[in-house]
Structures are given as C-alpha cells and as structure tokens.
C-alpha cells in the first residue's frame, strides 16, 4: 500500500526567510509526487508534481520540491515566505505501477508571521 | 479558468436520512473522485469514476455509498442512510493529467 507521511503538524516561519514542508513516502515502484495547498474553507489546489526527470520541480506561487530517492523526501520549499503562503498543505504519491488513486498525506498547516 | 461546483455548500440532515451531493466537474476531464476529510484534517479517498463506472473505491465506499453520472454532466455521491461518523467536508475532483487534480469548494454535510 502507498502511502505519505508528513512529520510536522505545524511549521511556522517568519515572512521573508526560507520555508520547508516535510514529505516522505513509501510506494511501490516508481513514485508519482504532488503537492497541494488547501486555503480555510476552499478545496485543495495542485501545486506542483514529480514524474520524472529533474529532481527538482518547480510549482505555482514561486513553490520548488525536491525529488529524494534515497531518502523517500519530497519536501516542499520555497526560498522567501509570504504571509499570503499560510496555509495547509499536502503532499500526496501515487504508483506509476500500482493504484493511480493519490494517497494524501495529513497536511501540514504552515504559519508565515510578518 | 475552468472550475469544478458542488452543491450544497453546507447540508444538516438527521441520522439515517439519505443525502446526495452533487458535482460538475470540468468537461474535457475522464476522471472523476470523491474524497472527503474530516475537520480540516486527512483527506480520504472514497471513489474513482471513469467511463460511466466505478474504477477504484475504497474501504470507506461501503453499501451506503453510491455514485452516478446520470445525465453525462453532473456527478453525485449518494449517501442512503446517515451516520453521525459520516459528517465531513465532501471534495469532488476531477483530473486533468495523472495526478493534478482539480477540487471544487467542498459539500459539508453535517448529521445530527
């Protein structure tokens, strides 16, 4: 079975410094990594994903993940944190051999204070 | 920018009563999911639908779940008899490309 973990409950940064939101997964073959971002009281919105290729992808909103084979990571970054980026966030994989169903992860809810 | 609608946005019925939400999902899209999530929490898959049918459902999606395309637009989620573990926000989806998908407000649905 696949499936996401996301350590961290909460991360909090301040506005202007470097963020990281923590993703590790566990699958079946060959990952398919996303990242989605859920603003209060609206739906979740695709930000970026990994297929294949560069380790490194690049989203919406100035958002970047970085691919880790060996460390089963996906992490979410991005260099310079708005107040605008609070939110909760999700990561989610699926099986490029198994189920295409994506299997999210329990959100991470980041806090940028100004 | 295309979007996928549901409603209700909010619906409270009493245990044991039957609930549909219901869903457009963007047209040129295949494939179409439920999920749900619990107080802002993990959000669950339920059901995958393609061509007319189901194609994956999950634990959750048990004899009290049913789902239909009836009219070659709208998508439902039909929900026979309530339970109170059965509040929670209701997400319809649908997919463009292998994993990005596109999530409409949310149908929250509240049992008594």
């Known amino acids: 079975a696949q499936s996401v973990a996301q350590p961290e409950d909460q991360v909090k940064v301040a506005e202007g410094n470097p963020l990281t939101v923590k993703c590790t997964y566990s699958?079946?073959?060959?990952?398919?990594l996303f990242w989605y971002v859920q603003y209060p009281n609206r739906g979740l919105q695709f930000l970026l994903k990994?297929?294949?290729?560069?380790?490194l992808v690049k989203g919406s909103y100035g958002f970047e993940a970085e691919f880790n084979k060996s460390q089963t990571s996906f992490h979410l970054k991005k260099p310079s944190a708005l107040v605008s980026d609070s939110a909760l966030y999700f990561c989610?994989?699926?099986?490029?051999?198994?189920?295409?169903?994506?299997?999210f992860g329990r959100g991470t809810s980041l806090i940028v204070h100004p | 920018e295309p979007e996928v609608t549901q409603t209700p946005s909010h619906q409270v019925t009493q245990m044991g009563q039957e609930v549909i939400l219901r869903c457009v999902p963007i047209?040129?899209?295949?494939?179409f999911y439920w999920y749900r999530q619990i107080l802002g929490q993990k959000v669950e898959f339920l059901v995958s639908f393609y061509n007319n049918e189901i194609s994956e459902k999950s634990e959750i999606f048990d004899d009290q779940f049913s789902v239909e395309r009836p009219d070659g637009s709208n998508f439902t989620l039909k929900i026979r008899s309530t339970k109170l573990e059965d509040s929670a926000m209701y997400f319809c989806?649908?997919?463009?490309?292998?994993?990005?998908?596109?999530f409409g407000e949310g149908s929250r649905l509240t049992v008594l």
């Open positions: 699958v079946s073959g060959n990952p398919y």
């Open positions: 047209s040129n899209h295949l494939y």
């Open positions: 990994y297929i294949t290729g560069d380790n």
């Open positions: 989610a994989v699926s099986a490029s051999g198994g189920s295409y169903i994506p299997t």
């Open positions: 989806a649908s997919e463009r490309a292998r994993g990005e998908l596109f």
